[in-house]
């Protein structure tokens, strides 16, 4: 979908306190052999601080960049991954109250590590199908910190990490273009993330952790030679997005300056998941994110896209690719033009915890 006069105005993002990965291993809550294999340096850990209020961290800080006004807001979508807060409970309006304080409508999007991009395609879609809207907020944020995880075991080649992040949409005006956003789904494969277990009553309701890898486990071995077609439709179905965002956007693959993707702490691995789409790992940051930690739950691709909007590495003419995939399966792809350097990100640390505030 070609989105026309969508710009970014701003990102923000909240990464709390690192926790080192060697000093885990120390503690007996990780094994070396996989600090060795999986590269993970340091871990965000928010300890007792809410999801909601790192987004409300993330959001304050990117509205401060903007330079909008609240009423210049006219959308709240806030996404996660993982449970936000009390039964029942409005983790968007919770967040809407603490940043815009305006009655404009607030939303969740759950679809796992490809939450935040879903978000923004919705957002997008918003926008565009009214000339009276003027901007939008996009938020993310996860904290694995919770008694029914075990954030250095819940995922076979990950740590999990807690962050926010959020950007600002705007139809006015930006330091760089949304040129295109799109999606696609593989519900052949919904099974991979449930396996054979009763959907009633949830998991979370019997006092079971977080596992993501019993059931894919379980269902690659039940698939045996055949397990290879998941990797081969993810790769083509990939491909296919990347190329057609690519088209929309007025460019081609080779034009792609950075690949903003989910957390990866080896080039290998990177490469793994990138290349079936014939994207090229150096592309990526995975420099960034073994101090960081995967996955930072729906926030990954935002707290990237803030730490390259910080960093000074982005010039006037760099074509951004956002890349994510979750349960579904379901994978979105953005395509980005930088138009100026953002000043105002620049002006403060590429990891500042969210301190812009109104």
């Known amino acids: 979908m070609r989105t026309p006069g969508i710009f970014l105005a701003a990102t923000g993002a909240y990464l709390p306190e690192r926790t080192s990965v060697e000093d885990a291993v120390r503690r007996g809550w990780y094994e070396r052999e996989r600090m060795e294999s999986c590269g993970w340096r340091n871990v965000a850990v928010a300890d007792g601080i809410s999801a909601p209020d790192m987004a409300v961290a993330a959001v304050r800080q990117a509205v401060a960049r903007s330079g909008l006004s609240r009423d210049d807001i006219d959308l709240l979508v806030h996404s996660c991954a993982y449970h936000q807060g009390p039964d029942g409970w409005s983790a968007p309006h919770y967040i809407l109250r603490a940043t815009l304080g305006t009655p404009v409508p607030a939303l969740t999007v759950e679809q796992g590590c490809n939450a935040f991009l879903a978000a923004l395609e919705m957002a997008t879609q918003y926008l565009l199908c009214a000339p009276t809207r003027s901007g939008a907020v996009v938020s993310a944020a996860d904290n694995f910190g919770a008694p029914s995880v075990d954030r250095w075991h819940a995922h076979r080649d990950s740590v999990l990490a807690d962050a926010g992040a959020a950007v600002v949409l705007s139809k006015r005006s930006g330091w760089a273009e949304l040129r295109a956003v799109e999606s696609v789904s593989l519900p052949q494969f919904e099974i991979l993330n449930r396996g054979h277990a009763p959907i009633f009553p949830p998991a979370l309701t019997l006092g079971k952790k977080l596992d993501m890898n019993e059931h894919l486990e379980a269902m690659v071995a039940e698939l045996g030679p055949r397990a290879s077609e998941i990797v ?127």
Not at 293 to 303: L, S, T
């Open 232 to 358: 081969e439709e993810y790769g083509a179905s990939g491909t296919k997005l990347v190329e057609q965002v690519a088209s929309e956007a007025g460019i081609t693959v080779p034009d792609l300056s950075h690949v903003l993707h989910l957390g990866a702490a080896t080039t290998d691995f990177l490469d793994s998941h990138l290349r079936p789409m014939g994207l090229d790992a150096s592309l990526g940051s995975v420099e960034f994110f073994r101090d960081v930690g995967h996955h930072a739950g729906a926030a990954d691709v935002g707290i990237h896209l803030d730490h390259l909007a910080c960093s000074g590495r982005l010039a006037a003419g760099d074509h951004l690719l956002m890349l994510s995939a979750g349960p579904g399966l379901m994978i979105t792809a953005a395509v980005v033009t930088v138009l100026e350097t953002p000043a105002s990100h620049t002006a403060a640390p590429a990891d500042d915890e969210g301190s812009g505030a109104w």
